[in-house]
């Protein structure tokens, strides 16, 4: 299970100190110190005090060895990658979002929060490679990099976000199976059950083509019957470990024309999750669509 669930409750934006100084010395831009150094220290505060409780619940009583690489690019059919591609991807957004806030001129902000995104990330996979029960991973650390470039990329191109990461879950049986790997409650099997987990891509149709504002095309990608992390475990303890492609329709709340701020950032919140919608499933095991799919 590695640093995945760590990553997805990581979720949190820090490393902002080089950003104030850098965009107080600016001063070209027209920007808000009062809001900038709240937000830098307030988010600081809050990071470092994340880390110090991810090694707490995750490294405390590990053992530590020198640091060292994992490989585990073969886990999971790469579920779990995607995630950190998608962590990367809205810490690198949401860095962007509250720099913008503080003034900061928005070409700089993007760069910025893009790299901030992967910095977020970078001292879990260092936790790792101190730890002897895990080990940094260059494809956790290339799906960091992945997530926040695909952020900054789209920046670069359109000067605006068109095509979404989103994330949908649904309850399987395999975490009965091990409870301790899968996860135990609701709460665990959704960070940690990959069989349930399902990313998209949402695409804004209306920014390409004439289409609804409030409609979006996805293509989602998961896996299932992984009750190990290698195919060659589970085809053993008779699994077959197979992946899951999506075609779906997709609701962009955000389309939604309305004054009331209060639900404009409940919309865009909400737009980091696949809502259930009509879908087509495409596997080893043959097509199939669903009325509704999460």
């Known amino acids: 299970m590695k640093a995945t669930s760590k990553v997805l409750v990581t979720t949190l934006i820090a490393l902002l100190f080089a950003q104030d100084i850098y965009c107080q010395a600016d001063s070209v831009q027209h920007i808000n110190k009062k809001r900038l150094r709240t937000f830098s220290v307030a988010s600081g505060a809050v ?26 690019n073969a886990e999971w059919k790469q579920v779990d990658k995607i995630g ?33 995104g992967f910095l977020i ?30 952020f900054l990329a789209q920046s670069v191109l359109w000067k605006e976000i068109r095509i979404q ?12 199976l091990r409870p301790d790997v899968l996860g135990d409650t609701f709460a665990s099997e959704l960070l940690k059950d990959y069989n349930g987990q399902t990313y998209w891509l949402s ?15 996805a293509i989602g990608y998961g896996a299932e019957e992984m009750v190990y992390a290698h195919d060659g475990q589970n ?22 024309k309305t004054r009331s701020k209060a639900l404009k950032t409940i919309f865009a919140i909400a737009s980091m999750i696949k809502l259930p919608a009509p879908t087509i499933e495409f596997s080893s095991k043959g097509a199939r669509l669903y009325a509704f799919y999460f």
């Open 47 to 72: 990071y470092g005090l994340t880390l110090i409780g991810l090694n707490e619940l995750w490294y405390k009583d590990s053992v530590k060895q020198s640091f060292h690489f994992f490989n585990d």
């Open 84 to 116: 950190h591609f998608y962590s990367a991807f809205y810490l690198s957004y949401g860095t962007s979002s509250a720099l913008s806030w503080c003034g900061v001129q928005q070409r700089k902000a993007d760069l910025w929060g893009s790299l901030t």
């Open 121 to 150: 990330l970078l001292p879990i996979e260092v936790f790792d490679g101190y730890s002897a029960a895990y080990g940094a991973s260059a494809g956790d650390l290339l799906a960091n990099a992945a997530g926040s470039g695909f």
């Open 165 to 176: 990461p989103k994330f949908s879950y649904h309850k399987t049986d395999y975490p009965a």
């Open 203 to 217: 695409f804004d149709m209306d920014k390409f083509i004439k289409f609804p504002k409030w409609l979006n095309l």
């Open 235 to 256: 085809t053993a303890e008779g699994y077959q470990a197979y992946r899951q492609y999506y075609i779906a329709l997709d609701f962009d709340l955000t389309g939604i």
